[in-house]
């Protein structure tokens, strides 16, 4: 038998009983009605930040896509596996969800391997190709703050990095279709999780503010 990852199993037996076994009318409750969750996340992989837990959520109220740094690629061709794009679809068209959150949040790894390698990736590295994505946000960073130390300008990445995904959900016509109609509300938020904080984007100061 393969060697089990440490405390996962002790941590499954705690999660039953003091969770589980607990609310067993609510896991049967979404077992019979099925999944109504009125939010997705798309959050980064990175295991500092786990949106049910920062966001203090039950079972069933959260439809979480996390993947690298948090990104929402564009609409593109079909060819190619589009996990993200096939995640965000059914939670659109089929969940009907009412908000998009796209989570950044400080100290990203992902952001940091797109600053440190100044946009220009490794040729087959998959990370490096991935953060293209927001590559448009590193360029303005330095063009705006070429002096500024290294942590500033990452922190400013991950930011605008935000931005560029939530101009990018407005790519598939079946969200900005909803969004105009006011069915669908698009959300750029950012936890700091040196201090603990959560900041909101405002369209209209065009900053980021604590919530
Ligand atoms: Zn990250």
């Not at 966001?55 to 060819?79: K, M, Q, T, Y």
């Not at 190709?129 to 448009?136: A, N, Q, R, T």
């Amino acid at each position: 038998m393969s060697a089990t990852p440490p405390n996962l199993i002790k941590g499954f037996r705690r999660f039953r009983e003091q969770h589980f076994e607990r609310n067993d009318s609510l896991y049967q409750q979404l077992v019979k009605e099925g999944q109504t969750p009125k939010t997705l996340v798309v959050a980064c992989c990175d295991s500092r930040v786990d949106p049910a837990l920062v966001f203090d959520c039950d079972p069933g109220d959260l439809f979480v896509i996390r993947n690298v740094a948090n990104l929402v690629p564009p609409l593109e061709g079909h060819s190619g596996h589009h996990g993200t794009t096939a995640a965000i679809e059914y939670g659109v068209c089929t969940l009907s969800v009412k908000h998009i959150i796209v989570l950044g949040h400080a100290h990203c790894g992902g952001i940091n391997a797109l600053v440190k390698t100044g946009g220009v990736g490794t040729p087959g590295s998959y990370i490096d190709d991935w953060m293209c994505l927001v590559e448009s946000a590193r360029a303005e960073v330095m063009a705006e703050m070429p002096q500024a130390p290294l942590a500033e300008q990452e922190r400013a990445c991950e930011k605008r990095a935000i931005l560029v995904s939530l101009n990018n959900l407005m790519t598939f016509p079946w969200i900005r279709e909803r969004v105009e109609r006011e069915e669908l509300n698009l959300h750029g938020w950012y936890f700091d999780i040196k201090h603990g904080q959560l900041l909101r984007y405002d369209a209209t100061t065009r900053e980021f503010a604590a919530l």
